[in-house]
């Protein structure tokens, strides 16, 4: 039987479809900066590079450090996001929520974790009734630092073993998200598995390159590793 007692996953691209909503999402957001057309394909290909990181920080890039910018175009981007949700247009991957029900059953904590603010991952969460599945959450806007740094995994593991009064240490994780971010922030956690899962940002040789310990099609097969 594995020794591995959490698992912190990340969200879009990871357990929920994203789908181009995220890119969606900050071009509403900052088409009101008027960029021009060749600035505005500039922006996206560094909001794909970016993928997985806290959003305020890549707000911050594209307008130049300038923070009041940056926080109103963030305001729009979580606005703008939320209203793609609440439409219905950010479902779960196949299996997803069965995924969760069958790593609690083995008594494996569920942990999320994400870029986004908080008033985005609870709205997720809700319309995806993923409540009663998850144990722990974190999102980027609670901790000093976003991906790649590790601080939201770190995060995850404080709250549940606060939550659950014991004393699980890294080696006793695994994580899975689709970034390169996420790969980085995993390494630098020291967590067990580190999988990088194909079904969003970043394709097989990017996640190899970043240093995965394992490489899957879907969130949903890390069972197979548990």
């Given amino acids: 039987m594995s020794d591995i007692k959490l698992v912190v996953l990340d969200v879009a ?12 999402a900050f071009i509403n957001a900052i088409e009101p900066l008027n960029p021009s057309a060749a600035e ?3 922006m996206i290909d560094y909001v794909n590079a970016t993928m997985g990181q806290r959003k305020i920080d890549v707000f911050m890039h594209l307008c130049n450090q300038d923070s009041e910018l940056a926080n109103a175009a963030h305001d729009r981007f979580v606005e703008s996001y939320s209203n793609l949700v609440a439409e219905g ?13 069958e790593l609690r059953a083995r008594g494996v904590g569920v942990a999320l974790t994400t870029g986004f603010p908080r008033s985005i991952l609870d709205f997720i969460i809700e319309n995806l009734a993923w409540e ?9 806007s609670e901790v000093v630092q976003g991906r790649p ?3 939201m995994i770190e995060r995850a593991i404080e709250l549940y073993n606060a939550d659950r009064g014991t004393g699980l240490g890294a080696s006793h994780v695994a994580i899975a998200g689709d970034t390169q971010s996420d790969i980085q922030a995993g390494l630098s956690a020291h967590a067990k598995i580190v999988a990088g899962v194909t ?3 970043s394709s097989k ?3 190899v390159a970043a240093g995965a310990t ?9 069972l197979d590793l548990i």
């Fill in 205 to 207: 040789e990017e996640l």
């Fill in 214 to 222: 394992h490489t899957l099609d879907s969130v949903v097969e890390l």
């Fill in 149 to 151: 740094a590790p601080d």
């Fill in 132 to 140: 009663p599945l998850v144990d722990v959450s974190v999102a980027a």
């Fill in 199 to 201: 079904s969003g940002a």
């Fill in 13 to 24: 691209g990871t357990t929920a479809k994203d789908d181009g909503l995220v890119v969606k």
């Fill in 89 to 101: 247009l950010l479902e779960e991957f196949d299996g997803v929520s069965d995924f969760f029900r």
């Fill in 40 to 42: 505005l394909a500039t």
